[in-house]
């Protein structure tokens, strides 16, 4: 019990606290300190008290405005046993099935791929948004669902300019899902929602910072090969972004102190390690131009094996 001064008792008493009406009472003469005050304290509520699991959940769901409503619906539960079952029952067969069932499966799909890849909110959003879209236009009927969540995912991606590639999105689709589905999936999106997907080319440095994460490179060398990247753009260098990215990583990790293994990079970036040996014999001539002075010279770049 706490303390506090009664103006009855003129001194202070040890009072009780009544949490449902909100009513601080002297234990001593009775007398209400104060009356209807607000909690302030977390408000752990559970509406399953009747078993055993713990759920310390306040609310539900937040909205979500590609839902019906918002996705703020009430369903009422079937009792165990009582007087009320019948009742109750009554009022279950009001309710109607919910339209936005396999909205909600899909995006939870989503949320799940999402997550595998690392990738943040707003790119789970779009692709949210993106299926709605599909939904809306029955563009979704009779096709492989699966392969639809993953294209809509990689159109986020490219949209928002956080490119990931197919081989990435493949990985982690659901199903037994594959590329050329997905690719398929891609071309309808393209053709329901009016927009080209490959509006301009990936710029290789969307893909660079995260091979060098992967790889657990420095800062230093992160900024060297982003920098690298940037001026591939002034030599003719005729390979897609991926492959130079992977290249253009390989050849800052050789001059590091911690030289790392081609069979490593490939590993990292998910290009195959003949694509990287031949995209690096391109890049090789160019490597005065590319590599930045401050951080390695020209005796440094003589290092380089040769392709």
């Not at 040890?14 to 009406?21: E, P, R």
């Not at 799909?109 to 709605?132: F, H, P, Q, W």
């Not at 659901?174 to 929602?193: D, P, Q, W, Y």
């Not at 990583?249 to 001059?255: A, E, R």
Request: overall charge neutral; proline content about 3%.
């Amino acid at each position: 019990m706490e303390d506090i001064f009664c103006s009855d008792c003129k001194r202070n008493t040890a009072v009780v606290f009544d949490h449902s009406a909100g009513d601080t009472i002297c234990s001593e003469c009775g007398l209400v300190l104060e009356a209807h005050s607000i909690d302030e304290t977390s408000e752990w509520r559970t509406f399953a008290n009747e078993t055993a699991d713990n759920d310390p959940h306040r609310v539900g769901e937040k909205s979500n405005h590609l839902l019906t409503n918002s996705g703020l619906t009430t369903m009422i539960s079937m009792p165990t046993g009582g007087a009320n079952r019948s009742s109750t029952g009554r009022f279950r067969n009001i309710n109607t099935p919910d339209p936005d069932r396999g909205l909600i499966e899909a995006f939870k799909v989503i949320a799940v791929m999402s997550d595998r890849l690392g990738l943040v909110s707003t790119i789970k959003d779009l692709a949210n948004e993106i299926y709605k879209k599909m939904d809306d236009a029955k563009a979704t009927r009779g096709r492989n669902k699966e392969a639809l969540m993953a294209a809509c995912l990689y159109t986020a991606c490219n949209k928002l300019e956080k490119s990931r590639t197919m081989k990435e999105i493949h990985s982690v689709a659901s199903g037994n899902v594959t590329r050329k589905e997905i690719g398929r999936a891609k071309l309808e999106i393209s053709k329901h929602l009016e927009y080209s997907i490959d509006e301009k080319p990936t710029d290789p440095a969307e893909f660079v910072r995260r091979f060098c994460s992967n790889l657990g490179l420095s800062i230093k060398a992160v900024k060297a090969a982003e920098e690298a990247v940037k001026n591939t753009a002034e030599c003719d260098i005729r390979r897609i972004p991926i492959t130079v990215a992977a290249s253009i990583v390989y050849m800052i990790t050789q001059l590091s102190d911690e030289k790392t293994q081609i069979r490593e990079v490939a590993l990292a970036t998910g290009v195959a390690q003949a694509t990287i040996k031949n995209s690096y014999k391109d890049i090789y001539p160019h490597a005065a131009k590319l590599v930045p002075a401050w951080y390695a010279n020209e005796e440094d770049l003589k290092k380089l094996s040769s392709p």
